[in-house]
């Protein structure tokens, strides 16, 4: 089965308008393909991508605040 033309193109703009506005969630490039390939309405893109950001953001606190526990004073 061959993927119309402008279904690739419109995917491959849609991941580069993620990746780009979402740079610091997604390491890498393809990682944004894949989530701009699921089916999700812009609700839930929005959803998911918020709630990935404040882990993230969760995550990097705690191991900022373990660092600090543990490092020679």
Not at 48 to 56: A, F, P
């Amino acid at each position: 089965m061959k993927v119309p033309n402008e279904s690739v193109e419109t995917l491959e703009r849609d991941a580069r308008a993620v990746f780009a506005q979402y740079r610091h969630i997604f390491p890498t490039f393809e990682d944004a393909e894949y989530f701009a390939m699921l089916p999700l309405s812009a609700r839930d893109r929005d959803l998911i991508l918020k709630r990935t950001y404040e882990l993230d953001t969760e995550v990097a606190l705690a191991k900022a605040e373990w660092l600090e526990s543990v490092s020679p004073k």
